[in-house]
């Protein structure tokens, strides 16, 4: 059974910085893209980042230049280092593979940046 752990989120200021880290069981990180989405209140999830196998990444217009996604495979892990943090970057972070899969979904860990 997989699971994704979440851990980092937290209240930040404006302009801050917050790392948030997933945890995977299995081999779920070995063959998969993974990526971050997140869901801010009464908005759908969206897409945040996206690593492949192979290191390459890819960011939404959104967060691009502000935020890092990493991956370790060794440690089935994967990270998003988050700077420059904004009020509208508010939301709870999900880590799933990419294309995500509905039972993936785990608890998230919420992200609050105040003005």
């Known amino acids: 059974q997989v699971q994704l752990v979440h851990s980092g989120g937290g209240l930040v200021q404006a302009g801050g910085s917050l790392t948030l880290s997933c945890a995977a069981s299995g081999n779920i990180f070995r063959f998969n893209t993974m990526a971050w989405y997140r869901q801010a209140p009464g908005k759908q999830r969206e897409w945040v980042a996206g690593i492949f196998t192979g290191g390459s990444t890819n960011y939404a217009d959104s967060v691009k230049g502000r935020f890092t996604i990493s991956r370790d495979n060794a440690k089935n892990t994967v990270h998003l280092q988050m700077n420059s943090l904004k009020p509208e970057d508010t939301a709870a972070y999900y880590c799933?593979?990419?294309?995500?899969?509905?039972?993936?979904w785990g608890q998230g860990t919420q992200v609050t940046v105040s003005s």
């Open positions: 799933n593979v990419d294309p995500p899969i509905y039972r993936y």
